[in-house]
């Protein structure tokens, strides 16, 4: 018995020694777990999200309905992508690293008072102009389709006013290092979705899937606000406190830029795209959504956490553990990458057609959709990378690098739609071509300006 007691110990300490001499100085610990609670929360998020379009699929098929309900949302997620997955988190994570404690709270109230008007003012806007706007960013849908796509995006749309103030509380418990109960949040828009399109199947009502969106966003409210402090969730004209209007909002503009340009490219192949055969915008979509999967694993996860702590460690000029952060954040990314790629080229079909065959959808819809998922699954390491390079700029307060670099994208992305837009697969090749004209300028401008050799170098 003793001789097991001294074996297993000489085992333990073994284990515990090569643990601290190796794996456990590859990434800081917190970084690591953090990094896993956003991609398990996220990858929860993405898997409801499919499970959505399951649903939407197998109830409308793949038609005029759903071509006008991804439509209709695509205004919303432009939005949402700018707003929630880019501007907030780059702009409120620096500046509260900055700021004292004790006038945090009161910033974020004025903050979410001025988001929540300039929101509000938006979402009327397009709400009364709705089919003008439908008409201007797919001009090539049919009557019935414009028709249907007006009348969700009138329902959707609200719901941004929502997730801009839910972006707001996100950054805040992000810089918090409060990761999983800001990343869990998602999950409920698609909880809430899914509620009311089983709602709407039952009762045979199409409309349904648009108020799906607005319950989802709603729940998605409720659960931030219970997780935040009670001074900070106060949205208010805090006269106590006033912003610096004109610094905030160069910074915010810029990042805004950065982030639109991005996802402006989205937009213009919705209109390319309205020109083409139905159902492609369906087809091109379900393979996009496929396609976030592993970005957001990769991308998301780690820009979310990487600005968080490399913000606080440029803050204490803590420059070896910044550098650390970064170089295994590449390293991490470019692994995955590769092999999300080898998997899902090979198994693109597999993966389609247990996803989206229904009855409504024929064995066409599933090949062409499982080909368009093999070129947006080559845009994971770019922009897996595009996160992290963006990240390090932000959290230097280098906010126009990135708005330069996306600014370059979408004019490239122009640039190749002038000679290469017959087809959905030609579109997504635009598409992939100057994601990596984007990341190409970030590390050029990043060895440019010697960040890495001249920030992150000392201790």
């Not at 690293?97 to 004790?102: A, D, I, K």
């Not at 209109?271 to 139905?278: G, H, I, M, Q, R």
Request: charged share 10%; with cysteine.
């Amino acid at each position: 018995m003793r001789v097991r007691n001294k074996m297993y110990t000489k085992i333990r300490h073994a284990i515990t020694v090569a643990y601290n001499s190796s794996l456990r100085n590859l990434m800081p610990s917190s970084f690591t777990a953090n990094n896993l609670i956003i991609a398990s929360t996220t990858m929860l998020s993405r898997v409801l999200g499919l499970l959505r379009d399951i649903l939407i699929t197998h109830w409308a098929g793949i038609g005029h309905i759903t071509d006008a309900y991804y439509i209709a949302s695509k205004i919303p997620s432009f939005f949402r992508k700018v707003i929630s997955e880019g501007a907030m988190n780059n702009i409120l994570i620096p500046v509260l690293s900055q700021m004292p404690e004790e006038k945090q709270s009161k910033f974020l109230q004025q903050f979410c008072y001025k988001i929540l008007f300039t929101m509000t003012f938006i979402s009327i806007i397009v709400i009364i102009f709705s089919k003008n706007i439908i008409s201007c960013i797919a001009p090539g849908l049919t009557y019935e389709t414009k028709e249907w796509a007006s009348k969700f995006m009138k329902i959707i749309f609200p719901a941004i006013t929502l997730i801009s103030i839910n972006s707001s509380w996100s950054s805040y418990l992000n810089y918090k290092k409060k990761f999983a109960a800001s990343s869990i949040s998602s999950s409920f828009i698609n909880i809430g979705a899914m509620s009311l399109i089983l709602i709407g199947m039952k009762f045979n009502k199409l409309i349904f899937l648009g108020f799906g969106i607005l319950f989802g966003v709603s729940l998605q409210t409720i659960w931030i606000y219970f997780n935040i402090p009670k001074d900070v969730r106060k949205i208010k004209n805090n006269h106590q406190f006033s912003l610096d209007n004109k610094i905030l909002m160069k910074k915010f503009s810029h990042i805004l830029l950065s982030s639109s340009s991005m996802q402006i490219t989205t937009l213009i192949s919705i209109f390319v795209s309205s020109f083409l055969a139905p159902k492609i915008i369906t087809q091109m979509s379900n393979a996009e959504k496929m396609s976030q999967v592993p970005i957001s694993l990769i991308g998301s996860s780690i820009g979310t956490t990487l600005i968080s702590y490399l913000s606080a460690h440029i803050k204490s000029s803590e420059y070896k553990k910044a550098r650390k952060i970064l170089k295994q954040s590449i390293i991490f990314s470019l692994i995955i990458s590769t092999l999300v790629i080898v998997f899902v080229t090979n198994f693109s079909y597999q993966i389609s057609y247990s996803i989206y065959s229904s009855n409504k959808n024929n064995l066409d819809s599933i090949i062409q959709i499982s080909q368009y998922l093999k070129l947006y699954i080559l845009m994971v390491p770019a922009y897996s990378l595009v996160k992290i390079f963006a990240a390090v700029f932000f959290s230097l307060q280098m906010n126009k690098v990135p708005m330069y670099t996306s600014i370059v994208q979408c004019f490239s992305y122009l640039a190749l739609l002038m000679f290469f837009h017959s087809s959905g697969s030609q579109i997504i090749l635009c598409s992939l071509i100057s994601a990596y004209v984007h990341i190409f300028f970030l590390l050029i401008t990043f060895i440019k300006k010697k960040i890495y050799s001249i920030h992150f170098s000392g201790n």
